[in-house]
């Protein structure tokens, strides 16, 4: 063998290097890949474990129900007072929905905020405490519960690999939210718009691959142990153009406004009668949850035992035929234990509930609309309402569309909550859960100022004008802070 070749012979084959070499075979990123699937299924049997347990929790509720209905004017306030006193401690990031702390989590990158927010006892705490209101009627969600315990297990699981890094774990964090959402309704696409939509309020290309993997890896596995399944059913419904499109203006706006009016009840306020509420709970939590339970068993009693429980079956049933309903005011009944349940502070989602009041609303509307098909306008009440309450129409008019396996109602839907999202900005102009959010951000910022004020020198004092950003703002996002924000924020 010549002195020339012998280099050639022993080189590698640059085609073959330059592969080898690509990004896509770093040890690195497949690290995280596999913790990326690893989470991914861990949070799809969570959602589908929490899911069974809920429905056991509610059925148990029932049966306890069917020895008399007045059993929950006992149960219900001293559950939901206990449960106010366990979650005035360690567990307190138990409370509420927990999305908000979600989202806060992603606008603070502070270790230690993320870790209080996130840890897995919160998320067991989370799950095992929403069973329990659950079992005594609370009028309740597991959704937004879902959301919390698929970012908690993202964050966790990544940080427990190595991806502790604040940019990783926000990404982790964001693509456990979208599995989460997906998870709990077996809506893959509602996951990933959710999460851009409401999460992270913005589209970034680096979160893309994370949402759309974690997304998948969790829908085969919940298509595998549920198999394919529409939340409610599949509802053919259509609305045809002409005189029956006023079903969208009237669902749009009617629904909108009382989805906004019901942000607007929980997120409470400074001022009016709704700041005397919030005095109330801030002094007497335990007390006040107790009142909150009886208020519930009292609107229990009245609507013949209607409003308990997440609302999935009355939901259902009014999709599915929306004249089987004989309580023509459960809409309003289911809406007013959806307050008194959020108010009293114990942990559990909106979701399912405010489902549960677009379809009552709906179905009310459907009856001044008698050239309309009753279904269709249903749907365009569940929809529309719910998006007056979450203030994200776009995911909102997708989980819809998912939920029911529709898609003839694609422009009806969509159409219906852009103008319910603008007529629940008169009550809410901000999103409730991006609202409850802020809040928990400011009253960090608030103690990393305070801290910083208690650390320096006194001979060189903090200027508090350099702790608030530009504009007057005390935290990170773009909307001003408000009277009511102002106050010591009671976690949602």
């Not at 459960?330 to 959020?342: D, H, R, T």
Request: hydrophobic share 50%; proline share 7%.
């Amino acid at each position: 063998m010549s002195e020339s070749s012998e280099p050639l012979s022993k080189s590698p084959n640059p085609r073959l290097q330059a592969l080898l070499g690509h990004e896509f075979f770093a040890p690195h990123h497949w690290k995280r890949r596999l913790v990326l699937w690893v989470g991914a299924v861990l949070v799809a049997l969570a959602a589908i474990l929490f899911a069974k347990a809920s429905v056991w929790s509610y059925q148990l509720f029932l049966r306890v129900l069917d020895h008399g209905s007045w059993i929950p004017l006992i149960t219900t306030p001293i559950v939901f007072g206990l449960l106010a006193w366990i979650t005035e401690g360690r567990l307190r990031a138990t409370r509420g929905s927990g999305i908000p702390q979600v989202i806060g989590t992603l606008h603070i990158e502070d270790a230690g905020f993320r870790a209080r927010m996130l840890s897995l006892p919160i998320a067991a705490g989370k799950m095992a405490l929403t069973l329990i209101a659950l079992a005594v009627g609370a009028s309740i969600g597991r959704e937004g519960p879902t959301v919390h315990v698929g970012a908690a297990l993202f964050y966790s699981i990544g940080k427990r690999f190595g991806f502790d890094d604040p940019k990783a774990a926000s990404r982790f964090i964001l693509a456990g939210g979208a599995a989460g959402i997906a998870a709990a309704f077996n809506t893959p696409l509602a996951g990933v718009i959710f999460a851009i939509e409401e999460l992270a309020g913005t589209f970034e290309h680096r979160f893309s691959g994370l949402l759309l993997t974690a997304v998948f890896i969790g829908g085969v596995v919940s298509l595998g142990i549920m198999g394919n399944y529409s939340y409610f059913g599949e509802v053919q419904a259509s609305l045809p153009l002409g005189h029956a499109w006023l079903a969208v203006l009237l669902t749009g706006v009617i629904c909108g406004l009382l989805g906004g009016l019901f942000a607007r009840l929980i997120l409470l306020s400074r001022h009016g009668p709704l700041a005397y509420v919030g005095r109330l709970r801030a002094h007497a939590p335990v007390l006040f949850a107790v009142a909150c339970g009886l208020a519930l068993a009292l609107l229990g009693l009245c609507s013949h035992n209607g409003v308990y429980g997440t609302g999935y079956d009355q939901a259902r049933a009014i999709v599915q035929n929306a004249a089987s309903m004989p309580d023509q005011g459960f809409g309003i009944e289911k809406l007013l234990a959806n307050v008194v349940s959020y108010w009293a502070g114990i942990p559990g989602g909106i979701f399912s509930p405010a489902l549960a009041v677009g379809a009552g609303l709906g179905q009310n509307i459907a009856h001044f609309l008698p050239g309309a098909p009753a279904a269709s306008v249903v749907l365009l009440g569940m929809s529309a309402y719910l998006a007056g309450v979450t203030g994200a129409p776009l995911t909102s008019a997708v989980i819809a569309m998912e939920l029911t396996d529709n898609q003839a109602m694609v422009i009806p839907i969509m159409a219906a909550c852009l103008l319910a999202r603008a007529a629940a900005s008169l009550f809410c102009p901000t999103p409730v859960y991006r609202d409850f959010a802020e809040r928990m951000v400011q009253d960090f910022e608030r103690q990393q100022a305070s801290r910083t004020r208690a650390d320096a020198p006194a001979d060189e004092p903090t200027d508090p004008d350099e702790l608030s950003l530009p504009g007057g703002r005390t935290s990170a996002f773009d909307e001003p802070a408000t009277p009511a924000d102002t106050d010591p924020p009671h976690p949602p």
